[in-house]
């Protein structure tokens, strides 16, 4: 895939990236807030959570490894500039800018869970 539509294949890399929680991605907020919300509860469910996503980023690994390793064929890459071109370099950019900025919008999404739920 990645030889064949590389754009698509960094796409599928960051939406993965962001899942896993790495850094610099829009996943990486939410999965600090998620353990340090947990970090007061029993063991096992910290343990849970951090050996799903060890098998999560292991399943992340193979896959980039599959993607970019496994092929025989040249990387091509179209002259033209395409419309689904732009909106995946938008998609991606935008996942960097919530990593980089998780205040921007978690926030706000707080604030407005916090008013409808005051409670929790």
């Known amino acids: 895939m990645f030889y064949e539509n590389p754009i698509y ?10 899942l896993v929680g790495f850094p610099l991605f829009s996943g990486f907020a939410p999965m600090l807030n998620l353990v340090s919300t947990a970090l007061p509860s029993t063991k096992f469910i910290i343990t849970a959570i951090l050996l799903g996503q060890l098998f ?29 071109r732009i909106y995946v370099a938008f ?11 998780p205040g921007f919008i978690y926030g706000r999404f707080a604030d407005m869970i916090a008013k409808i739920f005051p409670l929790l």
């Open 9 to 18: 294949a960094a796409l599928l890399l960051s939406g993965i990236f962001s």
């Open 91 to 101: 998609i991606m950019l935008l996942n960097l800018i919530l990593g980089i900025f």
């Open 56 to 84: 999560l980023m292991l399943s992340a690994v193979r896959l980039l490894l599959r993607l970019i390793l496994h092929s025989d064929k040249k990387l091509s890459i179209p002259n033209k500039v395409s419309s689904d």
